[in-house]
């Protein structure tokens, strides 16, 4: 397999215009993730998805945050308008709820986003 | 709550043994991970505890005590490519499925 997908890899955007990441996580996994991490808040759950549905949201930050999951393939976080304080880099991770507690996530190679 | 604590940053030398320390406080214990993440990539999994002891997987165990709330890697024959960030993260409170994660270890080995 693969592995989790994200794409771009790279995004540099400015202040005020819309930010769409994109993710496709690994065939057959139940649950995705999306994360954001930086230096000074360390690695933070934005938002995740069990078979497609928004199940815990607490972790967006407000409502220029929103995240779809319109199939089992594909999901996207998308920002806007985007901020220079959204500059992180975005990791997408999914996991297959095969052992219940053990439910180990797979992360993508995220998105390393700066806005100006 | 649901608080974890690391060192920040710890150095070692090729060829030695580390041990990275965790400490955590969570009102519902489901387990205990550590993810490796080297410099710009993405975290990757390195081991998962539920019951107390010991898990040995090659250079790398992992130990916990669930009731001091405290786990560590244990990383032998340390080698250049063990220079990451190391997390340690639980499951949260509410389920199995969301994980929190500590700010991690920076670890730099040196010849």
């Known amino acids: 397999d693969a592995g989790v997908i994200q794409s771009p890899r790279h995004e540099v955007t400015e202040m005020g215009q819309e930010v769409t990441l994109r993710c496709k996580p690994i065939s057959g996994h139940d649950y995705l993730f999306w994360y954001r991490q930086t230096m000074m808040r360390g690695l933070e759950l934005l938002i995740y998805f069990n078979n497609n549905v928004p199940i815990d949201d607490s972790g967006m930050p407000e409502d220029r945050f929103s995240a779809k999951m319109p199939n089992a393939s594909f999901s996207t976080l998308k920002i806007q308008p985007s901020e220079p304080r959204d500059s992180a880099v975005y990791f997408c991770?999914?996991?297959?709820?095969?052992?219940?507690?053990?439910?180990?996530?797979?992360f993508g190679a995220g998105t390393r986003l700066s806005v100006l | 709550g649901q608080n974890i604590d690391q060192p920040t940053e710890m150095t070692a030398t090729e060829g030695a043994i580390v041990q990275i320390n965790c400490t955590y406080q969570?009102?519902?214990?489901?387990?205990l991970f550590w993810y490796q993440q080297h410099a710009g990539e993405a975290p990757t999994f390195l081991s998962y505890n539920v019951l107390d002891g010991l898990e040995e997987k090659g250079r790398f165990s992992s130990f916990l005590s669930r009731s001091k709330g405290y786990s560590y890697l244990l990383l032998k024959e340390l080698q250049m490519k063990d220079s990451a960030s190391y997390l340690c993260?639980?499951?949260?409170?509410?389920?199995?499925?969301?994980?929190?994660f500590g700010a991690g270890t920076r670890l730099a080995v040196h010849p």
């Open positions: 969570t009102s519902g214990f489901n387990g």
């Open positions: 993260a639980h499951h949260s409170s509410g389920g199995y499925n969301k994980l929190i």
């Open positions: 991770a999914s996991s297959f709820q095969a052992e219940l507690a053990k439910n180990i996530q797979y």
